[in-house]
């Protein structure tokens, strides 16, 4: 398996990523908006690829103000799920955080007791990313409630206890990656 990662925006590599990401999240960011991030210098997308095959993506954000890298989406192909390519596409993804000095990795998770939902939250314990219990976020202009998960890259990373706090480094991102 081959893994790439690229801060610039790439039409042709998007093209090859394009369809897992559509499948994954159908409600997720406009293209627009992701080339936008690009150009903006806050967002890097991971690729895992066997051959010419995609079988995996990733966008992850910086977010401003801490060395935190943001998990926005991650992705292996449908057809490809349950048999552990998730946990070591992360675990590439997280090796590349390390060697850019990220000192933790953020994410929001879906929390409604759904058993999607419950399985994605499964998945990111098995990543070894902890949950921030004590907040949950809700957005204005999207139902789910959501919480905060966190994980530590450097043993001298400041933690993160509180959700809300996790969540301003969340929220900022998100508001900087839809300004135009």
């Keep these: ?15 090859k990523v394009r369809k897992i990401y559509l499948k994954e999240f159908e409600e997720g960011k406009p293209e627009n908006i992701i080339k936008n991030m690009f150009s903006k210098g806050i967002c890097f997308l991971h690729v895992l690829m066997e051959g010419q095959d995609t079988i995996a993506m990733a966008l992850t954000g910086r977010v401003h103000g801490r060395p935190i890298m943001l998990i926005d989406y991650l992705a292996v192909r449908r057809d490809l799920q349950g048999k552990g390519i998730g946990l070591i596409f992360f675990e590439k993804i997280k090796d590349w955080a390390l060697s850019r000095n990220f000192e933790m990795m953020l994410l929001e998770a879906e929390c409604e007791q759904t058993p999607d939902n419950l399985a994605r939250i499964r998945f990111w314990k098995k990543c070894k990313f902890e949950l921030l219990e004590d907040y949950t976020h809700h957005y204005i202009w999207v139902p789910e409630p959501y919480k905060a998960m966190w994980q530590p890259l450097k043993p001298d990373a400041v933690p993160l206890t509180e959700g809300r706090e996790a969540f301003r480094y969340i929220t900022a991102f998100h508001r900087k990656s839809f300004r135009t």
């Excluded at 790439?4 to 998007?14: C, I, R």
């Design 1 to 15: 398996m081959e893994f790439s990662t690229t801060d610039k925006w790439d039409e042709a590599l998007w093209q």
